[in-house]
């Protein structure tokens, strides 16, 4: 049976969507889009992670040992294979990857960084759940298959956390689709279907006081070291890591140039740091401070959190 198609939708001011196959947009992703995210560091090469394009396909056809990213969810810091706290996620919520929006990479990116990096912790669970839910998107009575969940900080916790703003809702992403090598530890296969609503979408989690005392840390970092959204995105483009990608060990253990979880050995331009963190967050001024992080010789007592 061939696969059901669903035209485009018009929109406010007669503009009308992309039609979806079985919730899918027709990729638009060559070897173009692939070729510059390896030429800003952004993806492995090609013989290393064994991507390949999807041009034309209007749905996944993944081979066994395969599975789907979007060029958005690598601009916006995935990386594979990805780590143990991001599948974890996945697990908690009842997900895929595909389920998520950019923006939601993003804000797990943010946060996990901030965790290894700044505050000297594993990422913890916790805190995630005390200051992050996720929310059926667009709606709660039509959830789509691609993008179907986001995740948003919750009321009455953004000041307690590090401010900062997106540049912004992503458009035109869900075409840009393409095949990775399914790399261990893997993902699962993929299943049809938008995502379903689970109680763990708000769960809060518990440990107040743990949560309580983080807090009062990433308030600290924000008075003592003028902590800033720019600056856990240009810590993590300087190290040349990925914050979602499986390391060798974890941020507050980072060695420097030598350290084998960085992405690559280039170095980073100011020009490209700029762009690279202009792309991801809006409103940025000036020069992103990094001081007060954590690496191998300098070892905080938060350690002890698990």
Not at 215 to 227: C, F, M, P, S
Request: aromatic content about 10%.
């Amino acid at each position: 049976m061939a696969p059901k198609k669903i035209q485009g939708k018009g929109k406010a001011g007669g503009v009308v969507e992309p039609a979806e196959t079985e919730g899918w947009r027709a990729s638009k992703c060559s070897d173009f889009q692939l070729l510059g995210l390896v030429e800003e560091n952004l993806l492995q090469p090609r013989e290393v992670v064994h991507w390949r394009k999807s041009l034309g396909d209007l749905v996944p056809h993944e081979r066994k040992n395969e599975t789907v990213i979007f060029q958005s969810h690598v601009l916006h810091s995935l990386g594979i294979p990805t780590s143990d706290f991001f599948r974890g996620l996945f697990h908690h919520w009842g997900i895929q990857a595909h389920h998520l929006t950019p923006n939601s990479i993003l804000h797990i990116s943010i946060f996990v960084h901030l965790c290894e990096a700044f505050l000297g912790i594993k990422p913890h669970f916790n805190l995630f759940q005390h200051l992050f839910h996720l929310k059926p998107q667009p709606s709660d009575t039509e959830i789509d298959i691609v993008g179907g969940a986001g995740l948003q900080l919750r009321r009455g916790v953004g000041s307690k956390y590090i401010p900062y703003k997106m540049t912004g809702k992503v458009i035109d992403w869900k075409d840009l689709w393409f095949y990775v090598e399914n790399q261990a530890p893997a993902f699962p296969r993929r299943s049809a279907g938008p995502p379903i609503k689970r109680a763990s979408w708000n769960s809060r989690g518990g440990n107040v006081d743990q949560v309580n005392y983080l807090l009062g840390e990433i308030d600290l970092l924000k008075k003592n070291h003028q902590i800033s959204r720019a600056s856990i995105v240009a810590h993590w483009s300087l190290w040349r890591i990925r914050p979602l990608q499986q390391q060798v060990h974890l941020g507050f253990q980072f060695i420097g140039e030598k350290d084998p979880t960085r992405f690559t050995r280039f170095k980073i331009s100011n020009p490209d740091l700029k762009r690279r963190v202009d792309r991801l967050l809006k409103d940025v001024v000036g020069v992103a401070n990094i001081r007060g992080t954590f690496k191998a010789g300098k070892h905080p007592r938060e350690v002890l959190f698990e």
